[in-house]
């Protein structure tokens, strides 16, 4: 349960940011510096007059849009030095990642909904392509334009596995005017040592181009005190290119290639008590690592009629990954694990939308879309647990092979949708949706010991999954500047097999959830100024819950149950004065099991769900002053604090509120910046991520240490 502190805490940042904006709307102006530009929409770190968002797929202004939406532009990716999804992540509240120090295990998780990386709660989309499996979401960000962080079931139009929201990132156009292009260095502590560049411009009048690239390690921030090295290093190359053609001014081609090659040290799991203890320090006696790799393609095409757009957009994904790591975390010789995963994944959608609204009556407009999309995906996965003599059984002399699992799975989907919007003298939107999804899905699975000391357990089965997800909302413009609206939709995680699992558990069932939000959206038409509050309600069903497996030293998903989550959110940005800028946002989740919720052999019944943060603040501002017509001095702060969550579900084990502070500042000209910066400025120590790990962990828990304190410098050129 959220407790009465952290609620006050919360609501007293809410009431605060909002006291601001009233005092400081009569001062705002519209001025704003050139030299050190920065974006925002909701909470993301500046504020404009417009910020177009594809939130619900057509580009649409977020002012508009009868849902929760915060969108982080370039400007501020660039200013705040983003590289991560879960960097850019701060600044919507109620929003957290769950992350391991190897970058494939990222999950996002919206006002309480999350789950396993192979079956996310929330979806990440990357230029309109869905990543199934949250183990290619995230990676470094070269060359992107916007990341939208869409709260709220958005399954009507996205389907599948957006019960919670979805992360929207769009990358930046070519350019079809001039040749523009930049390179940018930051060097830092824990011998960080990046690279980034990119190139883009037109080869003629309806064809443009641009590539980029770059360089990101480190060393790492865990000491193994066994051998006195670092364990959690990283080290990844990465690129982009892009082909823009443009026939003609109604059809537009895009084709966007993009890989990453990561190769990154071991895990820097330890006992928890032991972290706690002695932060960033593990005792093993086996350091391994992880490695992945990603290559992507998409085909973004779009014809923009008189009267009807059409959009189609076609991708394909593969990612493998190899881990090598001591799985016993202990000096001893315990248990090694090698785990081997890949994926591949093609989808494909088509669509199609009114280029303006038809007019219903005198009074009365209307506007649409419709459209289908079809995936398919097949993933493999071999973990192989290698157990030292005598652990297994003091009878057993020998080392044993256990391959848990190795496994084979298949996806096929479709499904078609629509969404209506009719206007009542443009005062009254009436907003309903609704979508269809089926799939099929197989698994092959078996686990066997190598020698074998038993019969091994194969598995074959087969199943279909079939939903349908409405939605509809209700939008009243209060003023031109103002609107208050309600929306509720029915959302659904897929249903499908665990790779390895305990005897029995290898089907998951679909899970359900109806989420009911209202919320008010007042913005200046300067953009000197926007506020926007939210409170949800979400009504879970069959939950799904992603649990240690005991037996594979994996993770397997279950239904545990019911779940209700309610909530509030309040974003602000203002510019009071030139090359001044604010943005503050608070959220605050209340998500409970219901009675009857058992989560792997465990009665849940009241109990908090697992790592959700019981209030999420952050404050900051961005100051700018021209030193000359062609140089200006910048600087940047914000400051978040994540409330306390439980580790598990039945609330063993948690992490207390915590605050980081991150500084940037510098001299920007024209052509050319420098800049310091420092991240987590006070050197705050917290345990992000840990989970029950009953067999060699004398806690009962393991975990990782959050990020400690970095700093460096950057600068870069452009043209």
């Keep these: 349960m959220v407790s009465e502190i952290d609620r006050l805490n919360c609501v007293r940042m809410a009431a605060c940011v909002c006291a601001v904006a009233v005092m400081l709307t009569p001062a705002?102006?519209?001025?704003?510096?050139?030299?050190?530009?920065?974006?925002?929409?909701?909470?993301?770190?500046?504020?404009?007059?417009?910020?177009?968002?594809?939130?619900?797929k057509e580009p649409a202004n977020a002012q508009t849009l009868p849902l929760s939406v915060t969108a982080v532009g370039k400007d501020v990716l660039d200013n705040a030095g983003i590289s991560f999804i879960s960097e850019a992540g701060i600044y919507a509240p109620n929003t957290i990642f769950t992350e391991f120090t190897a970058r494939k295990l990222s999950n996002a998780r919206f006002r309480g909904v999350g789950a396993s990386p192979a079956n996310p709660g929330i979806t990440t989309f990357i230029d309109g392509v869905p990543q199934l499996n949250a183990n290619s979401s995230s990676i470094e960000l070269i060359d992107v334009q916007q990341v939208e962080f869409v709260r709220g079931s958005q399954s009507a139009l996205f389907g599948r596995n957006t019960l919670g929201g979805l992360i929207n990132m769009t990358s930046v156009r070519p350019?079809?005017?001039?040749?523009?292009?930049?390179?940018?260095?930051?060097i830092g502590n824990a011998n960080l040592h990046s690279a980034l560049g990119g190139i883009s411009g037109p080869l003629s009048k309806s064809v443009a181009i641009s590539a980029a690239f770059g360089y990101d390690g480190r060393d790492g921030f865990t000491t193994n005190s066994v051998t006195g090295h670092k364990l959690d290093s990283r080290s990844a190359s990465f690129g982009k290119g892009q082909f823009l053609w443009t026939p003609g001014h109604q059809w537009e081609t895009r084709v966007i290639i993009s890989g990453e090659r990561a190769r990154d040290g071991d895990y820097a799991l330890n006992d928890l008590a032991a972290l706690r203890q002695t932060p960033y320090v593990a005792s093993r006696d086996f350091e391994g690592s992880t490695s992945r790799d990603i290559y992507s393609g998409t085909v973004l095409i779009r014809h923009e009629g008189q009267k009807i757009?059409?959009?189609?957009?076609?991708?394909?994904?593969?990612?493998?990954t190899h881990d090598l790591t001591d799985l016993d975390y202990t000096p001893l010789p315990l248990v090694t694990r090698e785990n081997t995963e890949r994926d591949h994944q093609f989808t494909q959608e088509v669509r199609f939308a009114s280029v303006t609204p038809a007019k219903a009556s005198g009074s009365v407009a209307?506007?649409?879309?419709?459209?289908?999309?079809?995936?398919?995906?097949?993933?493999?996965?071999?973990?192989?647990?290698?157990?030292?003599?005598?652990?297994?059984?003091?009878?057993?002399?020998?080392?044993?092979?256990s391959h848990s699992p190795q496994a084979t799975l298949d996806d096929n989907g479709f499904a078609v949708y629509g969404q209506g919007t009719l206007s009542f003298h443009r005062k009254m939107d009436l907003t309903f949706g609704v979508r269809a999804d089926h799939e099929n899905k197989t698994a092959a699975l078996n686990s066997f010991t190598d020698p074998p000391l038993g019969p091994?357990?194969?598995?074959?089965q087969e199943k279909s999954f079939t939903d349908v997800?409405?939605?509809?909302?209700?939008?009243?413009?209060?003023s031109p500047d103002a609107m208050l609206y309600v929306s509720s939709g029915r959302g659904f995680k897929a249903g499908g097999f665990n790779p390895a699992s305990p005897a029995g558990q290898e089907l998951y069932e679909q899970e359900h959830a109806w989420h009911t939000e209202g919320g008010v959206k007042k913005s200046t038409s300067t953009g000197r100024l926007t506020v926007n509050a939210a409170v949800f309600i979400v009504e879970w069903y069959n939950m799904q819950v992603n649990l240690p497996d005991p037996q594979a030293q994996g993770f397997y998903i279950s239904n545990a149950g019911d779940a209700r989550t309610s909530g509030v959110e309040v974003e602000f940005g203002a510019r009071p004065h030139k090359g001044v800028e604010l943005f503050a946002s608070a959220g605050s989740t209340d998500a409970v099991f219901k009675a009857g919720s058992n989560s792997g052999g465990t009665d849940v019944s009241g109990k908090t769900i697992s790592n959700t943060p019981s209030f999420t603040t952050m404050a900051g501002t961005q100051l700018s002053h021209a030193m000359n017509t062609s140089a200006s001095l910048y600087?940047?702060?914000?400051?978040?604090?994540?409330?306390?969550?439980?580790?598990?579900?039945?609330?063993?084990e948690g992490q207390k509120a915590?605050?980081?502070?991150?500084?940037?500042?510098?001299?920007?000209?024209?052509?050319?910046?420098?800049?310091?910066?420092?991240?987590?400025?006070?050197?705050?120590?917290?345990?992000?991520?840990?989970?029950?790990?009953?067999?060699?962990?004398?806690?009962?828990?393991?975990?990782?240490?959050?990020?400690?304190?970095?700093f460096g410098v950057r600068g870069g050129v452009t043209f």
Excluded: C
């Design 456 to 460: 091994p357990t194969v598995v074959n």
């Design 28 to 56: 705002a102006s519209a001025a704003q510096s050139g030299s050190a530009p920065a974006q925002s929409g909701q909470a993301s770190g500046g504020v404009t007059t417009t910020v177009t968002v594809t939130a619900q």
């Design 658 to 710: 915590y605050t980081v502070a991150n500084f940037r500042g510098g001299v920007r000209a024209k052509n050319a910046f420098i800049e310091a910066w420092m991240r987590n400025a006070f050197n705050s120590t917290y345990i992000p991520l840990a989970f029950s790990y009953q067999n060699f962990a004398p806690s009962g828990f393991i975990g990782e240490m959050g990020r400690p304190r970095t």
């Design 366 to 401: 209307f506007r649409w879309q419709a459209g289908a999309f079809f995936m398919n995906q097949h993933y493999t996965q071999d973990a192989v647990n290698t157990i030292a003599p005598f652990v297994a059984s003091p009878f057993i002399p020998f080392a044993v092979d």
């Design 175 to 186: 350019s079809m005017k001039n040749w523009t292009g930049g390179v940018t260095v930051p």
């Design 469 to 478: 997800s409405p939605q509809v909302a209700l939008a009243f413009l209060l």
């Design 635 to 652: 600087a940047r702060a914000e400051v978040v604090t994540t409330g306390g969550f439980q580790y598990d579900d039945a609330n063993t």
């Design 309 to 320: 757009s059409f959009a189609s957009t076609t991708g394909y994904v593969r990612w493998n």
